[in-house]
């Protein structure tokens, strides 16, 4: 013979942790079907679990506002941190071994190979230079 849930038997929308599935911990019925009291037939009131459940959601909409915000800036300022640190620090191994390999590669003292990468980065220098905007004059 199947069982069935008698009217009287409290249904739940959630679970918590620690509680059977179908319920939530330190409440009784939950909305969703309405529980009777004894064997009267009456509704008992469900308004203190429509409150709970109001303001677990106006809880979790502040927090999506306004912390899930926040720690997505926080994440972005600290990968971008490390970025920069990041790509700083391979630009100047980057110099050590273009200065290293240019040593090698042309006789003579370091100055040599100093030259040509003077001349690449000031050339680099002059064409940004060139690409800034104007400042605007002030009257």
Avoid at 13 to 28: E, F, I, K, Q, V
Avoid at 57 to 70: A, C
Avoid at 74 to 81: D, L, S
Avoid at 83 to 101: D, E, P, Q, Y
């Amino acid at each position: 013979m199947p069982s069935e849930v008698s009217p009287a038997t409290p249904v739940s929308r959630t679970a918590s942790a620690g509680s059977p599935a179908g319920t939530r911990a330190g409440t009784p019925a939950t909305a969703g079907t309405p529980a009777t009291a004894g064997t009267t037939g009456e509704a008992t009131p469900e308004w203190a679990v429509q409150a709970l459940d109001k303001v677990d959601e106006v809880v979790g909409k502040i927090r999506s506002v306004t912390t899930d915000r926040l720690v997505r800036i926080a994440r972005m300022v600290v990968f971008g941190v490390l970025a920069t640190i990041m790509g700083l620090s391979a630009l100047i191994f980057l110099v050590i071994a273009a200065v290293r390999a240019l040593d090698e590669a042309i006789p003579g003292p370091v100055w040599s190979a100093y030259l040509p990468l003077g001349a690449i980065f000031t050339l680099a220098g002059a064409f940004l230079w060139s690409k800034k905007a104007p400042r605007a004059t002030s009257p």
